[in-house]
Structures are given as structure tokens and as C-alpha cells.
């Protein structure tokens, strides 16, 4: 593919998208400055309607986030000088850095940064079907949502005008899983980028209250 026709392309879906999704540009942090790049590249994701690449940049957007959190929760969001990063950071860092998602969720509603509805939902439907789904190309846990069988119908140029009806489980149908993860990917990955900001906005606030009432 030529140079020009990417051009094209880019040109045309920041055109039609960057109203859209500007407003991810625009939040106003409190907290999380560290996390501003991977806000920038999920968000040209989406102007470029890279579904797939928005979906698992999100993914790794949330678990960085919660960890990024529970570290926030236990050095304190006030300022730390330069000298002392180091000392106070190891620890924690240690402590939450390599945890994987489930015990991160876990975590956070012990340290009171996401309520028991936050925890349900990222535990049993974020954590299972998108981010293990996309993160470990799992299509049937993408696609789990999704009948065992769908009626479909079987055609032959030699016999045009006959249609067979036939049952099938696009869940496990490569060619039929790529079609209905795409479609997945379109239509969810804006919903869970909105979900994961939103997120990301109460988390900071919850950690200025615990910041407010630390003598």
C-alpha cells in the first residue's frame, strides 16, 4: 500500500472522529499524570478506528491504573522530595507491581478505591471477557455471550436460488469468530475506554478524600 493512501485514510477518520473522542484529551487530572500517554494512544486508537488495539491498550490502561492507585493509596498523593522517591516508592512498588488483575481488584476494594458494584463488574465482566478475551486471543470467552448455535444459511453457484439452512457455533469457527470479535470490538471498545477514564476520575477523587482526612 502506497504512503498516500495511509495518509488518506488517517486524514479522513481524524475528520470524521476527533469530535468524538477529544474529550479524553481534555480531563482534567489530579493524581494520575503519569498515566497521560496511555490515555493519548487509546484515544488516537479510537479516532483511527483501531478497535482491536484500543481494546487491549485499555486493558493494559486499567491494570496500570489500579496498581498506579494502590501505591498512590499507601505513600500519599501530597509531595515527596526528589531525594526521597526512591525510599519511599520501593516498597509499595514491590508490593503491588507484579500483582496480576483479579488480586489488584481485589485489593483496591480492601484500600476502599473502588466500591463492591466497581469490583463486581471488573472482576466478572472486564476481567474475564475483555481482558482475558483480547489479552490472550480467547474467542470463545470474547464470544461467550453468543448462542451455541445460530441458523444459518449454505448456498452453491451451481444450484443458484437453492438455500440450505444449516446450525452453527460461531464460537469456535475461526473465520466466523474473526467476523463477531470485530464487530465486539467496534462497538464496545468506546464503551469500555468511557468505562476505564470514568475509573480513573473516581479513583482520584477517592484518594483526595483519603488525602483530606490523613492528618
Known amino acids: 500500500m502506497e504512503k498516500e493512501l495511509f495518509a488518506k485514510a488517517f486524514s479522513e477518520q481524524l475528520d470524521k472522529n476527533f469530535e468524538k473522542y477529544k474529550h479524553h484529551l481534555d480531563f482534567k487530572y489530579r493524581v494520575f499524570y503519569e498515566l497521560e500517554p496511555l490515555v493519548f494512544q487509546v484515544t488516537k486508537c479510537l479516532i483511527l478506528n483501531m478497535h482491536y488495539a484500543a481494546i487491549t491498550s485499555t486493558n493494559f490502561f486499567l491494570e496500570r491504573l489500579l496498581k498506579v492507585a494502590l501505591i498512590n493509596k499507601a505513600v500519599g498523593i501530597r509531595g515527596i522530595p526528589v531525594e526521597e522517591w526512591t525510599t519511599v ?62 441458523e444459518m444459511y449454505s448456498g452453491s453457484f451451481n444450484e443458484i436460488g437453492k438455500i440450505q439452512p444449516v446450525m452453527l457455533n460461531a464460537k469456535v469457527i475461526p473465520p466466523l469468530q474473526t467476523v463477531h470479535m470485530e464487530t465486539f470490538a467496534e462497538v464496545n471498545a468506546p464503551e469500555y475506554f468511557d468505562f476505564v477514564m470514568y475509573l480513573m476520575g473516581v479513583i482520584e477523587n477517592r484518594l483526595v478524600e483519603f488525602d483530606k482526612n490523613t492528618p
Open 89 to 150: 516508592y520501593e516498597v509499595p512498588s514491590k508490593r503491588y507491581g507484579s500483582l496480576v488483575l483479579s488480586k489488584s481488584i481485589e485489593q483496591c476494594e480492601i484500600e476502599g478505591l473502588i466500591d463492591a458494584k466497581e469490583k463486581h463488574l471488573l472482576d466478572k465482566e472486564v476481567r474475564d471477557q475483555i481482558r482475558n478475551g483480547f489479552s490472550h486471543a480467547e474467542a470463545e470467552k470474547i464470544l461467550k455471550k453468543l448462542p451455541d448455535e445460530v
